[in-house]
Each structure stands twice: as C-alpha cells, then as structure tokens.
C-alpha cells in the first residue's frame, strides 16, 4: 500500500484521510488534532521522509512562513517541510509554491490552479455561499432580487442555483461574451461598469470579483440590510473597514466548501490528484491505493 501524509488543512483535509482510511490506504496525518490518524509532531520529520504522497492544504500558506494548520495546536515552516520530504515523493497542495519545492528535485502540484478542480468546487462554494446569507436574510431567496458580480465557474453555478430557487438574478460582467452567456442562459445581465444602477434594486449580492470593484460610492448605493456576500478569493470586492464605517452587512466567506461540505470538497480534491497522477504517467491506483489499474 501507498505512504501517504496528509499535513494540516481544515476539515477537507480531516475528511480525506478519513476517505482514504477507508479506502485501506496507509495515510497519516500531522497537525490535524482531532484525527483518529494523526502522529505526534515529534514523527512528522520522519514520516515525511517516507512517505510518497505529501498532501498540503488549501492554501497550503496564509503567512508564507509556516503551513496552514487551522486544526493543529502546533506549526510547521514550510522551509522544515520541503527539508523533509523525499525526493522521490509527490507533492499536492493548493495555491503552494510549487518553485521552492522543485528547486530541492521534489515534483509538486497545485491542484487549486486547474480546471477540472475549480468546476467541481464551484458547487459546494455556491451551495455555502447560499446557504450562509439565507442565515442573515430577513426574505426567502424565491422572489429576491439578486446580483451577482462576475460570471466565472462558481458565478455560473451561484446564478443558476438561484435561479432555480425563484430568484431574479442579474450578472455584472465585464466582458461581452459573459454577458451573453448570461442572457443565453435566462440571466438578466449589465456591464460591470454600470454596476451602481444595479445595486439599489437588489435584496442580496453576491461578489465572485477578487478585485476591488466596489468603492466608496458603489457602497453608497447599496441598500440597508442588503447583504454583500464576497466569496472571491483575497483582496475580496470591498474593504472590510469601509464596509463597516457606511453600515453594509458585509460577509467574506473564505474557505466555504472547508466549512459547509468539507466531505464533498475532500472527494473533489482526491479525484484532483487522481487526475493529475494519471496524466503525469504514473499508475493513479497504484500510487495512491497500493494498487493497479
């Protein structure tokens, strides 16, 4: 059977080894507190050495320093955890470094950068998405007036679940061909420069924009208690401080399928690094699962 080490991570990360134990592979786990399969820190240098597969969080970093270890009481540098790893072991971590890694012969992936990931992870992040303003929201989202900014992957599937809810949904894009897909699909759609004629008329927002799109006077314009639900990646679509100082009910959701799917989002993340084991060449059953295809 393969050696695999699963190091920090939030409960998708739990929720893997928990899938791969099951699964009869040999996976432990570091700096996962709660895991039936967790070693203690002392071990971690060791097991990295021998194991084949190092499976790293998403993001593997928030400070660029140490690993993202919301569910350990404890830290690794990342400068310790490529020391430590075999040359002869693959490495799969979301949004890492992978130049630091190859600079010392290790082969290492980002599964967050691909295409097969981001589509499968668009529907546990509009599903929790939803689900976490429909907590705030003082209306039902059948009948809701809302506009979701941006129309990538997770927008396509946000504005088409809400859709599907009962709600008027109009896209802000910048590019013409968005929105005309967004038509095509039933969508009202608006250029994203003529967002602020759209705030005013909505019950709910949702920002897919991991830019700044909405200053002081796009704030200005939205409506009280109309909730800005930003679910981009950082900097985020506004500025949390100048949220607050006009009184928007500003939400940034990070991390929402590690939240509200994490069992979901682990399989997408396993079938991730099964897909990019397989294109590299490599036997995806035997590396993983110890066992042919």
């Known amino acids: 059977m393969s050696s695999i080490i699963i190091v920090g991570g939030d409960k998708r990360n739990l929720c893997l080894a928990e899938q791969l134990y099951q699964k009869g592979c040999d996976v432990c786990t570091a700096f996962i507190d709660d895991s039936p399969c967790a070693i203690s820190d002392g071990d971690v240098k060791g097991a990295l050495r021998a194991a084949k597969i190092v499976i790293l969080p998403l993001p593997c970093s928030k400070d660029k320093t140490n690993i993202n270890a919301p569910l350990g009481s404890a830290q690794l540098s990342l400068e310790d955890l490529s020391a430590s790893i075999s040359a002869d072991a693959l490495v799969f971590g979301g949004k890492i470094d992978k130049e630091m890694f190859e600079k010392k012969g290790i082969c290492a992936y980002d599964y967050a950068e691909r295409e097969d990931f981001a589509a ?3 529907v546990p992040t509009a599903e929790g998405a939803i689900e976490a303003v429909m907590k705030i929201l003082p209306v039902t989202i ?45 969508l ?31 704030l200005d314009k939205i409506p009280p208690h109309t909730p800005l639900a930003d679910i981009a990646s950082l900097p985020g679509g506004a500025d949390p401080a100048m949220a607050a100082d006009k009184n ?21 993340i396993l079938k991730t690094i099964e897909n990019i084991i397989a294109e590299s060449g490599k036997d995806a059953k035997l590396w993983i699962y110890g066992k042919k295809e």
């Open 120 to 122: 499968l992870n668009a």
């Open 248 to 268: 928007i009910n500003y939400v940034f959701l990070p991390g929402i399928p590690g939240k509200y799917s994490p069992y979901t989002a682990a399989e997408i």
């Open 188 to 218: 009202d759609a608006a250029p994203l420069k003529h967002i602020h004629m759209e705030l005013a008329g909505s019950d709910i927002i949702f920002n897919t924009v991991p830019h700044r799109i909405f200053g002081s006077y796009e």
């Open 142 to 186: 059948f009948g809701s007036r809302v506009l979701v900014t941006g129309f990538g992957k997770c927008a396509k599937v946000l504005s088409l679940t809400l859709k599907a809810m009962g709600a008027r949904v109009t896209v802000c894009a910048r590019s013409s061909r968005d929105l005309s897909m967004a038509k095509a699909l039933g």
